[in-house]
């Protein structure tokens, strides 16, 4: 059989300037939403739509598609279409402070309800001072203080008389009012009292019980008298307050009619402020020793009992359009879901509720919330507390604190209603994770917006590409591309993608490769983006990357590395490998080899045995022992034991690519035919002898390419790789000229038997009648094979003699027989 080399046009699907639509970037128009994505774009447009609960979204997707800033554009057009979402504030709950009130206004309105509140303070602070220091107000006060003086004193004045009747008279003290025996008009003491004879002293005992008797009335005609005097004084100064504010309040409720949970507010100011007007009289604080830091202490006092009549805004939608689009890039517990702040006063840390922030949670409430689910996941509290947000269907700012078991007490604030799409934004193994982990989350999120990592490549969407980069040009300011780096940029989005028919979303990569290319085209001074810029850019990101990739190089050159690029092995293979940098990938060749012996071990993975080798790596070496015993086994068991190995390889093997280079290097080694040591083999291998396809076969013909150019390029050294790998080749311009010329060389294969014959230049050979043909790689493999089937069976016999039998006869029984084998 024979297999062609490919063209140099099979190796690089190469975009004409002339099918991009434009002469320059410029004539074209925006893009339109979501380049490509249709599947993810329906699910997101179900998931805004679907009004019943859990019906939020997870967005899925290689990282580096532009997930999170395409879904951001995308909910931002439909927020445009909704309503805007009410204000929400914190006011005062004068029942219970640690309980604070959750009032929800108009959008807008949350502003100028606490601007209203904050002019209603102030004239207020300015009336009432002055209402209860006029002196209408002094002068009814005094009439009434007079009075009460003077019915005070004729209630003493009548106890006093009636007390000098009964032999008494009667005193005011601090502990209140006390009688005193009066003998021969003179007040007496205790002491005196008792030296009175027993006769007297009865007599006055006696007019005691009546006296006291007395006391007890006057005590509670007096008692009676203070309180109608202290409820006169607070009638007077309601009255006089009601009047001062009343006009205030009026107008105040009259801009909120319609809101009854805010008028109920207003009423309990009001009734507060009446309540405790003396916080509005100047002095009523005694002033002591200043704070250094805070002012007077009255002055601080005072501030802190005007605190309770603020408004504190935890929603303001004023400057909204439309429902509001909220991406989290940091979401603590504390951005997400709100926290209680502390201050210190005198030495302690306090708090109320104008301490109370809202999160990014209470922000997107009535839109739509975006959040990296990775982000999420890496701070304590988070994805629970949202979680909890979602089933509740409620916000409730708490003090992590208590969340954490601390007993400080703290205010609970009233729970807001909930009512958001939540978009998380992260890859597919943390979605499956999730679902597979976490019995909540299938029932939270239940839509997925699958992210393709790759559109289709055909004019439409190689015009939408153009249509991208116009946009970006127009929005960061950069100069405009001509056709031909148009051209290279469709191209480089084919080799993102590793497949011709394709083109990449990684839409972050295709934007930094136009910045880059740009800040070349300032440095020549063009006005336009040229393809030589493009060029130009993408081989600087290359040299900044690749200095392993070229000391690996000068290590293979000089000799550190052993790599063969000419001349032919017995067992010997070039296979290839990609390193992964992270943001470089390169070739690179490995020396495969394969060593033969009598025994029943099979094939031995020496990368495996030394726990080097993967769990693919090892399932592709088992693969490889069921090809031969498919192919070789059917008429006798396999006696050998055949040990593989990555020559100089230090580190992890992992992956299924060299499965086929392997093989070969076995089917070399069974059969003694040498293979060519300047070409090398890429590709896995299932048990039927098909070579399968790869990933990085550009990375590893480019890296094969470069080794061979450091070992000094003959012309005839060339890379085997998947026939099914053909449809992915996007190398680079200096392989594809290489292989033009017929320095370099590249052949697809399908099957094991096609590759081998490439490698030896011998026919791979065909079972007839039970046998393959002579002098091919089968025969001779499986001669070598029988041969070594014969041997073993020749030496299992003779140790199992060893015991019943002597030396000589041991030594005949091992001798090959004499006669013809059938």
Known sequence: MIVAELPPEKLRLVCPPDKVGCETSAELGPVEGIIGQDRALKALKFGMEMKGKGFNV??????????????????????????????????NNFQNPYEPTALMLPPGKARVFQKDMKNFMEQAKRVIPSTLQSDEFVSRTNNITKKAVADRNKILNDLN???????????????????????DGKPVSQEDFDSLPPRVKKKYEQNRDLMRAALDKSGKEINDLDAKTVEELKKLRDESVHYAIGGLIDSLTSRYEGLPKVLQHLTEVKDDILDKAEVFTPGEVEEKPSDSQSGPLEAKVSEQAFRRYDVNVIVDNSDLKGAPVIAEDNPTATNLLGRIEYESKFGALVTDFTLVKGGSLHRANGGFLVVGIDELLKNQFSYDGLKRALQSGSLQVEDIGQRLGASTKSPVPQPIPLNVKVILVGDHATYQALYQLDPDFPILFKVKAHFDDSIERNENNQKTYGSFVHSLCEREGLGHLEASALARVVEYGSRLAEDQTKLSTRFPQIADLIRESNFYASQDGSKLIKEAHIKRALDEKVYRSNLLDEKVKEMIQRGIILIDTSGSKVGQVNGLSVISLGDFDFGQPSRITASLGLGRRGIVDIERESKLGGQIHTKGVLIISGYLENKYARDKPLSLSCRLVFEQSYGGVDGDSASSTELYA???????????QNLAVTGSVNQEGEVQAIGGVNEKIEGFYQTCKVKGLKGDEGVIIPKSNIQHLMLNEEVVEAVKKGRFHIYPVGTIDEGIEVLTGVKAGHLKNGTYEPGSVHYMVNKRLGEMTKTMARITEASRFADRAGPSEIGALAQPSSKPEP
């Open 58 to 91: 997870y967005a899925a997707g290689p990282p580096i598609t532009g997930k999170r800033p395409a879904t951001r554009s995308f909910l931002e057009r439909i927020a445009k279409t909704k309503p805007v979402p009410s204000d929400w504030v914190y006011v």
């Open 666 to 676: 076995i089917l070399s080694a069974l059969s003694e035919l040498p293979i060519k």
């Open 161 to 183: 008389k009636q007390a000098e009747t009964l032999g008494y008279t009667v005193r005011m003290t601090q502990l209140g009012i006390s009688i005193i025996p009066v003998v």
